[in-house]
């Protein structure tokens, strides 16, 4: 027999939690016939509601039930982390609790892994249900990370994946702070089957994410995955360089020729407020580093664990 992992983050999900559970036991007897025996690690990321006590309910009649429950909301990214970290199964898909990541998928995901990828992943080629503008940023960014980083991060990628336990020990080996998981999976690379599928609705309850949210988890991103951003004040830098160089030679050859008398403070404001304005912008960027640095100086743990059942 091997064993399944199936990780669920929660946060303020107890309306889900039991759904979750009815459609993913949908599939036992596909599992039973392959020799797979499962564990369901909901990991409760500091819900508010009842989605502890739904968890204790279902684990008493479901041995296969478990429970990871954080002393506060630490974040999805860290409950990732802390279900493959409990997990046992030589395999382990990641689901969202709100039914968006469809357990019917499972079957075709187990053949793909029989087919001898180490990993299977999902994609939703549409975005139907969720406002335009949100689309169209998300379709920027992944445009802009493509650009500038080295890792891999696919358009439209979602948690949901199966993975060896080879991954997942590759995955957990990153030990950094700031944990972006859809770059993380790509940095690790291994053979990867990409599955397509429509976007679904979340089945109870409000998505956690709004679009400042969304917004910061983007900077995040970016500063994870690329150190392109740096490279924007030495590259400002030079341009304005030359620029300047230009215009001295112009001012000079104008003013032997034409004897130009002292005019032009307004234009003289807008250049300083101009480059002003790229330097704070240049030093933010800076910034924004520094304190990724910051945080992971700190060393930090992940998430702090309040209940384990
Ligand atoms: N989630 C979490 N911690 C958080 C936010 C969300 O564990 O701080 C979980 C949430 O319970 C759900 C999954 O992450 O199972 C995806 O969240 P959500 O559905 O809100 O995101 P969306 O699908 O809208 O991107
Ligand atoms: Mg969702």
């Known amino acids: 027999m091997s064993l399944l992992s199936v990780v669920v983050p929660c946060y303020n999900e107890e309306e889900n939690v039991s ?21 369901i690690l909901y990991i409760d990321d500091g819900s508010m509601d009842g989605t502890v006590a739904e968890v204790k309910n279902l684990r008493e009649s479901d041995g296969r039930v478990h429970l990871v429950s954080f002393s506060r909301n630490f974040g999805k990214e860290a409950a990732i982390y802390a279900g ?14 709100d039914l968006q990541d469809p357990p019917s998928l499972l079957p075709e995901m187990f053949s793909c892994l029989e087919q001898g990828y180490d990993s299977v992943a999902t994609r939703r080629v549409s975005r139907k249900g969720e406002p335009p503008i949100r689309s169209f940023f998300a379709r ?10 080295k890792t891999e991060i696919m358009d439209g990628a979602r948690d949901y994946r199966l993975m060896t336990r080879q991954v997942v020990n ?17 940095w690790v690379g291994f053979r990867t089957k990409w599955l397509e599928y429509e976007n679904v609705e979340r089945a109870r309850g409000e998505t956690k994410w709004n679009f400042w949210k969304l917004f910061l988890y983007s900077l995040d991103g970016i500063t994870a995955f690329s150190t ?4 924007i004040a030495a590259v400002a830098g030079v341009l304005f360089c030359l620029l300047a160089f230009v215009m001295i030679i112009f001012i000079i050859v104008r003013k032997l020729i034409f004897g130009d008398p002292v005019s032009g403070w307004p234009s003289l404001v807008c250049i300083m407020l101009f480059l002003s304005g790229i330097q704070f912008f ?5 910034g924004q580093y520094l304190a ?10 992940i998430y702090l664990v309040k209940e384990k059942l």
């Open 228 to 231: 392109v951003p740096l490279m």
């Open 84 to 97: 493959l970290e409990h997990s046992r199964g030589d395999y382990v898909v990641l689901m969202d609790s």
């Open 140 to 149: 920027m960014f992944y445009k802009l990370m493509k650009k500038i980083s």
């Open 282 to 286: 240049c030093t933010g960027i800076l």
């Open 170 to 186: 590759a995955i957990l080996s990153m030990q950094e702070y700031n944990r972006f998981t859809k770059g993380i999976f790509g």
């Open 292 to 301: 990724k640095t910051y945080m992971e100086v700190k060393k930090r743990p």
């Open 19 to 39: 759904l979750f559970y009815e459609e993913l036991t949908k599939n036992d007897s596909f599992f039973k016939e392959k020799g797979i025996d499962v564990e």
